[in-house]
C-alpha cells in the first residue's frame, strides 16, 4: 500500500515551504508571541496574494477547489512552523459559510475581504456557564424590529480586540 499524499500534495507542500522561507520572519513570530493574537495582517495579506487562501473552497466562491488530501502537505507546513494561522482560520470558516449562504450584501462585503487578507473575523461562542461548549449555548438572536438584539453574554474570545467582524 502506498501511503504517500501525492504529487498534487507534495507540489502543495514545496509551494507552502518556498512561501514561508520567505515571509514568515522570526520578528513576525515573535510579534505574534508578545501580542498573544497569532495573527500578523502583513502575512495574511502575503498568504492571499500567494493564492494559498481557501484552497478548498469551490471556484465558484473565490477558491481554488482543491481536494482536503491536496491539502495536508500545506496543513502540515503551517503547523511545523507555527504560522500565525488561527485567526485566518475563523475567518476563512465563517466567510466561506457566508459565500455559500450569506445575503448577497454579506457576500459583496465580507468575502472579497476576506480572500484579500484584509479582515479578522472573530468567533464568539465561550460562555460564562457553558464553556466552549457549543451546542450547549444559552445566547439568543432575537428578533427585535428590523433588526436583532443579542441575549445572553460571551467570555474568552479570541482575537476580539483584533476583530473586524
Known amino acids: 500500500m502506498d501511503f504517500r499524499l501525492g504529487e498534487k500534495s507534495e507540489e502543495l507542500r514545496a509551494r507552502t515551504t518556498a512561501f514561508l522561507d520567505e515571509v514568515l520572519t522570526p520578528e513576525m513570530l515573535e510579534r505574534c508571541y508578545v501580542t498573544g493574537t497569532n ?50 482560520g475563523t ?27 484584509e479582515v479578522v473575523i472573530a468567533l464568539g461562542f465561550t460562555e460564562p456557564e457553558n464553556g466552549s461548549d457549543a451546542a450547549a449555548a444559552a445566547t439568543r438572536a432575537d428578533r427585535d424590529g428590523d433588526g436583532w438584539r443579542i441575549n445572553g453574554s460571551k467570555m474568552f474570545t479570541t482575537n476580539a480586540q483584533i476583530a473586524d467582524y
Open 91 to 117: 475567518t476563512m470558516t465563517v466567510s466561506h459559510v457566508i459565500a455559500m449562504m450569506g445575503t448577497k450584501e454579506q457576500r459583496e462585503e465580507i468575502v472579497p475581504k476576506a480572500l484579500r487578507g
Open 39 to 88: 495573527h500578523d495582517a502583513d502575512f495574511a495579506k502575503a498568504l492571499a496574494e500567494a493564492g494559498l487562501l481557501a484552497l478548498d473552497w469551490a471556484p465558484e466562491h473565490g477558491g481554488a477547489g482543491r481536494d482536503s488530501a491536496d491539502l495536508i502537505g500545506h496543513r502540515e507546513e503551517m503547523q511545523a512552523r507555527n504560522a500565525p494561522m488561527y485567526a485566518i
